[in-house]
């Protein structure tokens, strides 16, 4: 599944051909909606709405240039991601394709996390890819802007 915005759908696309499957296409996983920020490149923000990201970046819930929380981004798509799991057979496996602010909010809320702890999961690298599997007590963040595939840790917990 998918984002409907270009740069995910394309790269759904490109992988759904490798592999034989099908995208479902699905607006919540759309990247968070910063309002007057759109478009702007980090200068600009800086020098227009200073103090905005300036609280932003201290980890106050803020909608930046009047768009989305974070939280929200969150409300959107995590139960997408969580109805599709609980459609997977055993071992089954769910790729999802959207934007790096919409995975880092959406992996914080599947492990549980407070939401001003969600920026210590890091960005995510364009065409790079974070890991989660079922741990003994639920979700767990087995790799995180990953480049190569994830190889077994010795002691796992499984």
């Known amino acids: 599944m998918a984002s409907d915005l270009k740069r995910a759908a394309a790269t759904a696309t490109e992988l759904a051909a490798l592999t034989g499957h099908t995208v479902d296409h699905d607006s ?11 478009g702007l490149t980090h200068e600009e923000i800086v020098g227009r ?4 990201y300036a609280a ?25 991601v969580l109805r599709h799991a609980d459609k997977l057979p055993v071992d089954g496996t769910l790729v999802v394709v959207s934007h790096g602010g919409t995975i880092r909010t959406t992996i914080g809320r599947l492990l549980g996390l407070e939401a001003e702890h969600w920026e210590s999961l890091g960005g995510l690298s364009n065409c790079c890819w974070s890991v989660l599997g079922e741990g003994a007590r639920g979700w767990r963040l087995m790799e995180h802007n990953a480049g190569t595939l994830p190889e077994p840790v010795l002691g796992d917990d499984d």
């Open 28 to 38: 919540a996983l759309r990247e968070t909606y910063a309002g007057e920020w759109q």
């Open 56 to 80: 932003w970046k201290r980890g106050e819930p803020v909608r930046r240039g009047g768009g989305e929380l974070e939280t929200e981004v969150a409300d959107r798509a995590a139960p997408v």
């Open 49 to 52: 709405y200073g103090e905005q």
